[in-house]
């Protein structure tokens, strides 16, 4: 068997061992006259049935020479939507995948998996049932223009995850490499069918909500920037951050109710409407994730959002309507709402007749508050008035009020690995590990060489005064180490059972524990309770183990997602820096310097400087 490469004839290893006969296409030859790779049949063998049959070969469009990326990749330009391609199947149909012939693939209902471990979270609007009933369709092509660029997005955000993607001959880079091209593809048609649109639907907004998921993860940010901005215009031409019953009493969504009175088509509606609520919600989440960048605005104002927050998803997928609080609503406005609505004020402004049953149908559920907080310290941090206080109380009361079965402990994260419900578990402990870490590292020295034990800020503004605890800032750091070694532990034992949440919040969290050891790897002294370090030293299994752990997750998720690559070059930059830092202190007295301790640390200046993102 041999392979036909330009004009050169070589054996080929993958058909020699599935005993084929196929045609490569090198960079010596178009792809003039041939659309994609079916099945592994000589290009001679075609025209030879061409000829016997009588018929005269179909006139061909003439298609420009690719690029290297792109002439190697599974599928050419045109046949991304070929139903072969888009063909959408079970997962017992994609075992037969090589009889189709090698590169071709299949989405299937793993892609919806995928979306739903590392995506969902972020982008909580796709509605489970109705989506996989796309997918049961079969062929993509019968969808409109919306739909298939909400798929194509879809795709775009899924394929890199999925091994068919990209060719089984290449080696873990490689194939990530042609999957994020082949995704890339997808997403470039996606926003090119958004633009064929003539009006926005829920279905481009949802499209271009991932198309800037996608562009931002891949470090696109000018463009996923853009992107944003037409899906926030976009949703509100929707109308999509508006709830009537907010702005003047008018309940608009029972009108509908007065045509339609069976229940199948009332859950559909109330589908829609939470559908559209949650569209809203994922462009706040992106606009706030874009905006923590410095000289970014948020383009979305908290005033103007005027809905409730998401319902469960057990609502949700069964299309109740569910009523919640809104972002900045007090137990008790939320608490007098319902009462107000419960006793008539809600219900006397629709119909008698449609009262009884309309009312029945609406679920009031209890939210916890959430906030927003900016940073603006003047008094000592163990102050009642101070923030940090605040912050470290409001934190603590919100872990007091999580229940039980998803308090962090390893039998219950083994217990949400088996149930398959990890994805929330591991993305809500990666938030409250966050915030442990940056409250308590905030005041953490950066670089306190010749200190024995912590006393504070080494830079200004210094806290003069002294705690009534004596232990209070060993218990500061502590918490602060205890946090780090959580999120290890807990990503390790999520990436051992291979269901570890790539997204950027999980991916930030690594980072962030990642960060806390190597700085204790410096000062392990004062590492009191042993969390990630015993002695600093290099024969330190604790440390190795954590640092070599941190540093593979985050090495893993950096394939799939690249904004992570800066975030490693900082880490190596810490590293390098410290060990400098710490050469320079211990090198030998000189005349100059009557002591050590008389060798100026680095500062914050210089931490600001190097390790303070924009």
Known sequence: MSTEQGEMRQQCENCAKGNKHCLFITSSTTLEGVSHRKESVSVNSQDASTERSGETARKRRRIDPLSAAHRDSVFPDEDILHPQVLTLKTCLELASETALGHGMSRLTFQQFDIFQQHFATDLPFLHAPTFKETLKRGNVRALNDSHLSRMCAFVALTSPFHPSFARSSLGDRGRYNEATENANRYAKLAHSMIQDTRHPTLE???????????????????????????????????????????????????????????????????????????????????????????????????????????????????????????????????????????????????PESKQSSQVIDIKWEDEDQQETFCWNEIYDPWEEWSEFYKLRTALEALIDKIPNELRLCPSHTRVHIEGRTSTSYTLLHSVLANCDISLHREYLPFAPFGRDSLNGPMDEPLIRNTPDDPEFWDKSAQRCFKAARNIIELMWSCNQSQVLVESPLAAFAIYSSLFTVIWCKFFHQFDTAHHLCTDGSTRDKLLLENADRASQMLYNVEARLKMTTPWIKTIHRLHEFLTEAKNRYEQPVTACCSSSAEISSPTLVEYKAKFEMD
């Open 204 to 350: 481009t907004t949802q499209a271009l909500v991932m198309l800037a998921f996608h562009e931002w993860k891949n470090m696109q940010g000018a463009r996923s920037s853009r992107t944003l901005s037409c899906a926030i215009t976009d949703a509100q031409f929707l109308g999509c951050h508006i709830q009537d019953d907010f702005i003047d009493g008018k309940h608009t969504s029972y009108e509908p109710l007065e045509k339609h009175k069976n229940q199948p088509y009332r859950n559909e509606q109330w589908v829609e409407v939470e559908a559209k609520r949650r569209v809203f919600w994922s462009c706040y989440i992106l606009d706030s994730f874009f905006c923590s960048i410095k000289r970014r605005p948020p383009k979305i104002c908290e005033a103007g959002i005027l809905i409730q927050l998401p319902c469960s998803e057990r609502a949700f997928k069964h299309g109740k309507n569910v009523r919640t609080r809104t972002l900045l609503e007090t137990k008790a406005e939320f608490e007098k709402r319902r009462t107000d609505f419960m006793r008539g004020a809600g219900a006397s402004l629709i």
